[in-house]
Structures are given as C-alpha cells and as structure tokens.
C-alpha cells in the first residue's frame, strides 16, 4: 500500500515538473523564434528595396562617369578636331538647358506675382529677351528635324552652317568674334542708306532750326556726334516724317537691317516688329540706368553695346562703358512717342564712334 502511494506519488511529481517545464520551454521558444523572425521580416520589407534601389543607382551613376571618360580620352586621342565641336556641342545643350531653367523660374515668378515684363531686374529682362531670340532659332532646327532620318540632315546643316543655324552657345571662341564682325558688317551696309533717307526727309520738316540741326548731324562725316545735338532733334522723330508711322516702307526694311531683324517681310509686320523691338531695348534701358554700368561686368557691356549698334569686339571695355552711358543719356530722356530716334540712334551714335566710318 505504501509502496503504491510512492509509484503514484512519483508520476504526479514528475508531471507537475515537466509539464510546466515544457510549456514554458514552448513559450520562451515561440518567443525568440517572435523576436527572431519579426525584426528581419520589418527589415527586408521597409529598409531593403530602398537600399537596393539606392545602390543600384549609385553603381549605375559611377559606371556611366567611368564610361563616358574612357570615351572622351578616346575621342581626344584619335579624332581631336572632332572632340572639341563635340565638347562645345554638349556644353552648348548645357547651358542653353541651363537658360531654359533660368528662364522658366522668371517666368513663373512674373505669374506668382503678377509682375510685367518691364518690372523685371535688368539681367532677367536680357535673360528672357536673349532666350527668347535663342529658342526662336532653335525651333527652326527643331521643324526640319521632324521627318524620318532628317536628325542626320541636320547635324550636317549644323556643321556647314553654325552662324545661321546655331545659337552663341554652340559657337568656338574664334567663332564669336569672327560671326559678330560679320553680322555688324551686314547691318552696316545700311547706314548710308539710313542717312540718305534722313536726309530727304530734311526739307519735310517745317521748323528751319529743327533742319539746320539735322543737316548738320547727317552732314558731319566722321565726327562723333553729342548727346545734346541729338537730343535737339527729339521733335522731327515724334512728329512727321520721321516719326515710327511716318517712316517709308524702305526706310523701315534699311532700319530693321540695322537692328539684325529679317528685312524680308512685309512692311506692317516690319513696323510691328521694329516698334516692339525699340520698346524693349527702352525698357532695358531704364533698368540698366537704375541698376548702374558699373555692376555688370565685361561681357555684359560689350554684349549691351553690340546689341545697341556698337560692333564692341574690338573696343576697349572703357570706351564700351563710355558710349554705354552716352546712349543711356539719350534713351532715358525720351518719351515712347521718341521711340523713333532711339531707333536710329542705332546709327547716328555707333558710325563714327573711335573714327569708324560710314
């Protein structure tokens, strides 16, 4: 009897140590296989694929760096010549990109905050008007591009005729001075025709002391003209002949030459053109005057001058700052109804300046 209370004795011992035993063992098992499997799983869902896709972009971006150098030292080993138009080609599209960017966070400023052109900054008035210019003749690259195979066409056209084809961008150093010379000596070929114009016009004119000073300015060969006497002919170009609606059909294709505007177009269209272009250029005049000459640096005053009538490739930077501010003289003082002389100040202040002739 005794020893049958030990036999049951011991299998209810037993079960009361190993049955918890080994439910709590399960527990602290299942626990660590939670903990165990948990953090990996939050892991490989939300931190891997972000992971991966930053490395795989990295290693792409590196091979492409390495790539894209081992091409340029073989371009620039075997074929030199090409790999300088190639390199000024892609730094063109840079800096063209780069304008458009410019342009585009101008324009949308205007818009946020209503701002008109003419209340713009002068550098982000040049921005826009100089892209608007370049874009203009990009698009004309862009049209004949569109048939099939005409890309190749057009990279041929590009390499025979940059000057007519290209913006600046694109342009080699050498290029510049040498397609900005041409381009002065096109629109010189029309300044005796303006001056002989100007004066025909002189017995129009009913007022004899507004004649005798526009004989003696057209009459003055080689002589660079003063603020005040072009000034003193402020009434003949507000008034007839010489106003901007008065001018002949002629008149305004010799004047649209002067200003690197197409001549072939009909005279309504060149006297809308020419009026819009004479209203901006007096915009930008009035902030250049604000902002001060002296804040831009050399390249924009060479560019404001050339843009002006002044062919500045060959001028000293102060003389270009010292006929800058002669023309802003004279286009701050007049009023939009004057417009007319500042289009042809174009001439009468750029032809004889350091001795050029006409």
């Not at 915009?283 to 560019?303: F, H, M, N, W, Y």
């Not at 700052?321 to 500042?342: D, F, M, N, P």
Request: charged share 20%; net charge positive.
């Amino acid at each position: 009897m005794a020893l049958s209370r030990v036999c049951w004795a011991r299998p209810a011992l037993w079960g009361s140590a190993v049955t918890p035993g080994f439910f709590v063992t399960r527990k602290l098992q299942l626990g660590r296989f939670g903990m165990a499997w948990g953090a990996p799983r939050s892991s490989e869902i939300h931190l891997s694929p972000k992971a991966d896709v930053k490395s795989l972009i990295s290693y792409v971006v590196t091979k492409t760096k390495v790539i894209n150098g081992k091409y340029h030292r073989f371009l620039g080993r075997h074929f030199p010549r090409f790999y300088i138009l190639y390199t000024i080609f892609m730094k063109g599209l840079q800096m063209l990109w780069a304008d458009a960017k410019k342009a585009r966070r101008i324009k949308a400023n205007m818009w946020k905050h209503n701002i008109k052109f003419h209340q713009l900054s002068y550098r982000e008035m040049e921005h826009l008007r100089q892209f608007r210019r370049d874009v203009t003749k990009c698009l004309f690259l862009g049209i004949i591009s569109i048939p099939p195979f005409a890309n190749y066409l057009v990279f041929l056209l590009m390499y025979l005729f940059p000057r007519q084809l290209l913006v600046q961008h694109f342009w080699t150093p050498k290029q510049q001075i040498d397609f900005l010379n041409i381009y002065h000596a096109l629109r010189k070929q029309s300044h005796p025709e303006i001056i002989s114009y100007l004066e025909k016009s002189i017995p129009l004119i009913s007022d004899a002391r507004l004649q005798w000073h526009l004989t003696e300015l057209c009459t003055k060969h080689g002589t660079h003209p003063a603020i005040h006497d072009i000034l003193a002919l402020r009434e003949c170009f507000s008034n007839h002949p010489l106003s901007m609606n008065q001018l002949q059909a002629l008149q305004v294709k010799a004047l649209s030459q002067a200003m690197l505007l197409t001549p072939y177009l009909p005279p309504p269209l060149l006297r809308h053109r020419l009026k819009t272009h004479t209203t901006v250029i007096h915009q930008l005049d009035r902030a250049l005057a604000k902002l001060g000459i002296v804040q831009l640096t050399a390249q924009e005053v060479k560019s404001a001058c050339y843009l002006r009538g002044l062919n500045s490739t060959g001028i000293a930077e102060d003389r270009c700052r010292t006929w800058l501010g002669e023309w802003l003289q004279i286009s701050c003082s007049l009023k939009e109804a004057e417009l007319s002389l500042l289009l042809h100040n174009v001439v009468l202040l750029s032809t004889n300046y350091l001795g050029t002739r006409r």
